[in-house]
């Protein structure tokens, strides 16, 4: 027997228990039903004929009106209920254009029961879709991962070269993009509307609906939803649901290094962390590794939701590009649902000290500076002291960063060396003083002005943002560095007694450890002079510090390439005499708060990029080349895979985006040793199982439980009509319609 050309679902099942609600008109009709007695009387027989006439004109009235309730109940609670109507006759005679969009992030290689996992189940389901193919249909596929996009670049109707391509699809370590996802499939969509206007355009999800990717998509007024809603006046939307993995995941979420400058000098505090997604508490064996060697292990307890702290501490003895590991090793880590977040990288340059170049402006003026540094000579820090006259002749890429202290200019060709230096990833401070020219200053390396500087106000604040302690947004995380060494524009030194600083409450990296430290000296620092710094709106990520009493900056931090760069508008030695009143320009040299001040500049400024914050999966990796460095840059990628060659632009900058896997990159010159190593991660929101439940999808987005199998597929490809605003109109209709004949009925009933 043949299958039936048309079949009914509902999306709501539970609700057709509303249709009992359609019997209430009858039983209402049937409780207000008159009796009567009959009572013989002559004279009612000359009416009798009359009456029934009339009656049988009631009687109908009554049935209509019933009907019309009846039927307005149960409209509604089938258009509640959300019937699908599945024609075979249907979608055989319209051609369609159907677009896959595949799933292929990171969590779709988890692993169920069987030990297949979900992005395998959705690729046969796809490939199901491109065999099902009619003549006139065609076929698109968009990948949603770190290689989003799509592969077919344009419909194509054969079937065997669209399965080709699912097939070729290979999973990705990175973060599902529905938003690009979405862009996509309206540019498709619109593409070949624009080629067949009566076309039918159908676009399936094969996805697991993680929450971490769609959750937007549920929220009413977000982009994604309203790309959504966009995409669903021209298309026919569906989800086939595949996020039905079991099991509990373990991941490692999180590797730092506590010190930002790890040096040979002293061990080196590694912090990691685990969490547990769903299960039981699990004991699990962690190991940490350095270049790829178990160097220490430890057990752990994970309890289900609960992040768990993993910290070591180990001792290095050879410098350079190193890597760190943590990664769960045991057998309920071999058994994990999702095998490749159990481990974690972080790149480290060890140096056997931190040097600093302390450059002094006049005798003398980095003697406080390099004591601060190294009071004991056996410390981090390696302070090296020499004149501004020797600065043209040193090689600024042996120091993790340079001091200036109270000199009185550099030449533009100084500039220069120092601005190459900062963009390539190295600090630079500015410590002022009596010898200062801020002309030259504001010359040289400051941002162009159309009028020079006249000083601020006392009571004017700096034009930036000040420093928080909440998580920097979007749009201040993508703020461009600057080009300028001088975050600003100096005036001419006032005199203005400062005898108590604010430090905005202790939120900038510098302050921070002075935090319920109040006897540390830091809030009543006496500051008699300083040059005025009015902070230029296009500098690049400036942020205040210190302040002194009047609103005026004290120490102000920006951002210039990779690198980054402070100025003190005081000085930092005692040999910077006020004129008029032969006293020096501040007592911070001798201050407490002086070495963990300097300290804090050096760990802010030479902050260790694999140490901070890290990048994950498709973040590109850049750098800058040195100056009278030849040739391309050389990439290793993990795994010991043969480096790959980039090479540099004009001013020696140069990028690297094949990012597709987790690890250590290490990169130099070619031909050379590596000189420097940055890691790549696996975003950890990927690593939490958690889907969105599909009552939060769009009404538009017509869900359905894959099977794994070629008839779920078939099934997506039919895609269902839905009818429940059609059964809305008529219900309305009959809404309308039925005071409208009970008004009827009664005028002529009566």
């Known amino acids: 027997m043949p299958p039936l050309p048309i079949a009914l679902g509902f999306a709501n099942l539970a609700m057709l228990g509303w249709l009992g609600a359609a019997a209430a008109p009858i039983l209402i009709h049937l409780w207000m039903r008159q009796t009567h007695r009959e009572t013989a009387w002559a004279a009612v027989r000359f009416l009798r004929a009359a009456l029934e006439k009339q009656a049988r004109r009631l009687r109908l009235q009554h049935w209509l009106l019933l009907a019309v309730r009846t039927m307005l109940l149960a409209l509604v609670a089938l258009a509640a209920a959300k019937p699908l109507l599945d024609s075979g006759l249907l979608s055989g005679g319209a051609p369609a254009h159907r677009v896959v969009v595949l799933d292929a992030s990171l969590s779709m290689s988890a692993l169920d029961a069987e030990g297949e996992s979900a992005l395998e189940k959705a690729k046969r389901a796809a490939q199901a879709i491109a065999e099902n193919t009619r003549a006139g249909d065609s076929v698109s596929l968009i990948v949603m991962g770190a290689d989003a996009g799509a592969p077919l670049g344009r419909p194509i109707s054969d079937a065997s070269a669209a399965s080709r391509a699912i ?24 593409d070949d509307l624009a080629a067949n206007a009566s076309r039918r355009q ?14 937007a998509a549920g929220e009413t007024g977000t982009p994604p939803s309203e790309a959504v809603e966009r995409l669903a006046d021209l298309a026919e939307l569906s989800v086939l649901d595949f996020g039905d993995a079991v099991g509990a995941n373990a991941a490692i979420t999180s590797l730092a290094l506590a010190d930002g400058l790890p040096t040979l000098a002293a061990p080196v505090e590694v912090r990691g962390e685990a969490m547990l997604f769903g299960g039981a508490p699990a004991e699990h064996a962690v190991e940490l590794l350095v270049d790829d060697a178990v160097v220490a292990e430890r057990r752990v307890t994970l309890t289900p939701g609960q992040p768990t702290p993993i910290d070591f501490v180990h001792k290095f003895e050879r410098g350079g590009p190193r890597s760190i590991r943590l990664r769960l090793a045991d057998r309920a880590a071999e058994a994990d649902r999702l095998p490749a977040d159990n481990e974690r990288f972080a790149a ?36 090296v002291v020499v004149s501004d006259a020797d600065l043209p002749s040193i090689d600024l890429s042996d120091f993790a960063c340079v001091f200036l202290s109270n000199v009185r200019e550099l030449s533009t060709r100084e500039a220069e060396r120092l601005r190459d230096y900062a963009a390539r990833g190295g600090g630079v401070a500015f410590f002022l003083g009596d010898r200062v020219s801020p002309l030259r200053y504001n010359e040289v390396l400051a941002p162009p002005q159309d009028e020079p500087p006249g000083g601020i106000s006392a009571t004017a604040r700096p034009p930036v943002r000040l420093v928080s302690n909440e998580e920097p947004t979007d749009a201040e995380a993508e703020e461009p560095a600057g080009e300028w060494l001088l975050p600003g524009w100096l005036s001419p030194s006032v005199a203005a007694p400062s005898y108590r600083v604010d430090p905005f409450e202790y939120s900038h990296p510098i302050t921070r450890p002075f935090r319920g430290q109040q006897r540390a000296g830091l809030l009543d620092t006496p500051v008699m002079r300083h040059l005025p710094l009015q902070v230029a709106p296009q500098a690049g990520g400036v942020e205040v510090a210190l302040a002194l009493e009047n609103g005026d900056p004290l120490l102000v931090t920006g951002r210039v390439g990779r690198g980054r760069v402070a100025v003190l508008t005081t000085a930092a ?10 006293q020096p320009w501040t007592a911070l040299p001798a201050w407490p708060s002086f070495l963990p001040i300097v300290r804090g500049v050096v760990r802010h400024l030479a902050h260790e990029e694999g140490a901070g914050g890290e990048r994950l999966i498709g973040d590109p990796i850049e750098g800058r080349a040195a100056p009278d460095a030849l040739g391309d840059i050389a990439i290793a990628p993990p795994g010991g895979e043969e480096p790959l060659r980039v090479a540099p632009d004009g001013r020696g900058a140069w990028v690297y985006r094949a990012t597709k896997r987790a690890g250590v990159y290490r990169y130099g010159p070619a031909g050379e040793p590596a000189i420097g190593a940055t890691a790549i991660n696996l975003d950890p929101s990927e690593s939490d199982p958690a889907s969105l439940s599909a009552e939060r999808l769009p009404e538009s987005i017509t869900w359905r439980r894959a099977a794994g199998d070629a008839a779920s597929a078939t099934d997506t490809t039919a895609q269902p009509t839905p009818i429940h605003r059609w059964l809305l109109y008529g219900a309305l209709a009959l809404a309308l319609i039925e005071p409208a004949m009970a008004c009827r009925f009664g005028r002529s009933g009566g």
């Open 167 to 190: 097939d070729a699809v290979a999973p990705s370590l990175g973060v599902a993009d529905l938003a690009t996802a979405l862009a996509t499939a309206q540019r498709l969509v619109d």
């Open 202 to 215: 159908q676009v399936a999800f094969l996805t697991d609906l993680g929450a971490n990717t769609w959750s």
């Open 573 to 582: 030695t005692l040999a910077s005499i006020d004129a008029t009143t032969g």
């Open 348 to 383: 480290v340059t060890l140096r056997p000290r931190v040097r600093v170049l302390c450059v002094a402006g006049s005798p003398g003026a980095a003697v406080y500076l390099a004591d601060a540094l190294d009071p004991t000579g056996e410390g981090v820090f390696e302070p």
